[in-house]
């Protein structure tokens, strides 16, 4: 029965998986028609209302403290406002496969950031792990090691991954108190608001502009909202819970390939040969520096030694 259960889990998570990876391909063609700050403030603001209909059904909704709300406040300013905005700007100057595939680092940088902010250990793996993926940062990036430079989009959406790895860290200390399905709610009102108010700073006189776009971009924007980041978000923190942190993780790792799939598909994106090879040093360095590999191999001792 457990193992039916879990099945479950993973063919979830991983078609949360696959719609992640097309929600880049979604913001793309999203950004092209609606102004990118004003889009993502009410696209955030549909999943925090998607999510708080699923907090009140599942009655999981409590009073939190001054510190759950302070952890909270920081994961919404780092993982809602800063990067979902940088995402949607970013967007705008490169290619969806480009910034499919330098997401692919958000799961290496969440664990560097554990390593100083949270005290995991750092071993040998973990390093190598780390070594790996810069290297394919160097190959995504399509340049010499003598020429390496960044265009503002690329820039930009580094940020992006940066800062949601960072609300990673404070998601981290405040679902330890409280369920994560409130957090995620939470985090999507409350950084609605703040992208809202955003949006009329860097976008002034965008609101009327939400409303000249075709019907099937709106399509698209409710399905992104509702599906794809307020049910996604609640599929993937209740994975967490049930089968762990270390094992949902992993399956991060097809993000940027769905998302480098469906830009080909859609938008008619190249893929050069040095974004592959890139894409691939990021995936086995995130193997090892996530500690997968360590954990596969004690596994695989402590069945010997049974």
């Known amino acids: 029965m457990k ?9 979830l998570v991983f078609t949360i998986m696959v719609l992640w990876g097309l929600n880049i391909v979604i913001l793309k063609l999203l950004v092209t028609e609606l102004p990118p700050a004003t889009m993502t403030a009410f696209r955030v603001m549909i999943a925090g209302v998607t999510t708080l209909c699923i907090l009140m059904l599942t009655r999981s909704f409590r009073r939190m ?10 994961g919404t300013l780092f993982g809602v406002v800063l ?16 910034a499919a595939l330098i997401l692919a680092l958000v799961p290496l940088t969440t664990v560097i950031l554990a390593i100083f902010f949270l005290g995991e250990k750092l071993t040998g793996a973990r ?8 290297i394919g940062v160097f190959f995504i990036q399509g340049e010499s090691f003598t020429s390496f430079h ?35 709610t939470m985090m999507f009102l409350t950084g609605s608001i703040g992208l809202v108010i955003l949006s009329f700073i860097i976008e002034p006189g965008s609101f009327s502009q939400m409303f000249t776009a075709s019907p099937f971009i709106y399509v698209l924007f409710i399905f992104s909202g509702m599906v794809v980041t307020g049910f996604g978000y609640i599929i993937y923190n209740s994975a967490i819970q049930q089968i762990g942190a270390g094992q949902t993780v992993i399956f991060n790792n097809f993000v940027p390939f769905f998302g480098v799939v469906f ?4 938008l008619n994106e190249m893929i ?31 069945r010997k030694n049974l």
């Not at 830009?263 to 859609?266: A, E």
Request: glycine share 6%; hydrophobic share 55%; proline share 0%.
């Open 83 to 98: 990067h979902h905005s940088l995402l949607a700007i970013s967007l705008t100057m490169i290619d969806a496969s480009s």
């Open 263 to 266: 830009s080909v598909i859609f």
């Open 150 to 184: 960044f265009s503002l989009g690329e820039v930009l959406i580094f940020t992006s991954m940066l800062v949601q790895a960072i609300s990673f860290i404070f998601i981290k200390k405040a679902t330890a108190t409280i369920d994560s399905k409130q957090i995620t």
């Open 65 to 74: 403290t001054k510190q759950e709300w302070i952890y909270t406040l920081l």
């Open 272 to 302: 050069t040969a040095s974004q592959v090879i890139g894409f691939i040093f990021v995936v086995i360095g995130v193997l090892f520096g996530t500690g997968y590999i360590e954990f596969i191999f004690s596994q695989r001792n402590r």
């Open 127 to 134: 390093l190598l792990g780390i070594f790996l993926a810069l």
């Open 3 to 11: 193992k039916n259960k879990n099945m479950l889990i993973y063919l």
